[in-house]
T-cell receptor
Framework: NAGVMQNPRHLVRRRGQEARLRCSPMKGHSHVYWYRQLPEEGLKFMVYLQKENIIDESGMPKERFSAEFPKEGPSILRIQQVVRGDSAAYFC???????????FGPGTRLTVT | TQLLEQSPQFLSIQEGENLTVYCNSSSVFSSLQWYRQEPGEGPVLLVTVVTGGEVKKLKRLTFQFGDARKDSSLHITAAQPGDTGLYLCAGDGYNQGGKLIFGQGTELSVKP
């Protein structure tokens, strides 16, 4: 079985540009979580989605950040008008919804110049 | 706000030594997961503990969940250089929708 896939693995954006991060969960998994790992900090929860629904976005910055998980296709984390402070590793994790174990993708390393 | 305090943050030992990593909280968790993360990669799930007092073994790694489900430990016996990496504990709080609260991580270095 393919694991959780994320792309791109590395993304460089200039300040003010948009960043789109994609996550394809494991086959059979319908729940996706996004986490952010800032330099020298631990992983922090951002948003929890099921197909076509945002369940919990309490960890998302109020502005510039949005997430979706459409019926077809990967989950997308979108960051508009990026700033240097957005530079981080962004991970998604998926689970079946029956088991509580989350499986992580390899992450997208976003660098804002 | 639920927090997980993980210690130590850094650990450098010689091959063959034993070590223990701790995760502590004032909150109760429905489950606790241990991950290992290599540089440039995502966390890889090692084990999940669910029941208070539960002990799970994975080769030379022993994981324990506290009786009150507020703390956990990871013990490695006879550490090897291949054990080098970042170890993370993550708690799943009650009624939190499954979102994980992560500890700060323990950076383990095992020297040959």
């Amino acid at each position: 079985n393919a694991g959780v896939m994320q792309n791109p693995r590395h993304l460089v954006r200039r300040r003010g540009q948009e960043a789109r991060l994609r996550c394809s969960p494991m086959k059979g998994h319908s729940h996706v979580y996004w986490y952010r790992q800032l330099p020298e900090e631990g992983l922090k929860f951002m948003v929890y989605l099921q197909k076509e629904n945002i369940i919990d976005e309490s960890g998302m910055p109020k502005e510039r950040f949005s997430a979706e998980f459409p019926k077809e296709g990967p989950s997308i984390l979108r960051i508009q008008q990026v700033v240097r402070g957005d530079s981080a590793a962004y991970f998604c994790a998926s689970l079946t919804g029956v088991s509580y174990e989350q499986y992580f993708g390899p992450g997208t390393r976003l660098t804002v110049t | 706000t639920q927090l997980l305090e993980q210690s130590p943050q850094f650990l450098s030992i010689q091959e063959g030594e034993n070590l223990t990593v701790y995760c502590n909280s004032s909150s109760v968790f429905s489950s606790l997961q241990w991950y290992r993360q290599e540089p440039g990669e995502g966390p890889v799930l090692l084990v999940t503990v669910v029941t208070g007092g539960e002990v799970k073994k994975l080769k030379r790694l022993t994981f324990q969940f506290g009786d009150a489900r507020k703390d956990s430990s990871l013990h490695i016996t006879a550490a090897q250089p291949g054990d080098t990496g970042l170890y993370l504990c993550a708690g799943d709080g009650y009624n939190q929708g499954g979102k994980l609260i992560f500890g700060q991580g323990t950076e383990l270095s095992v020297k040959p």
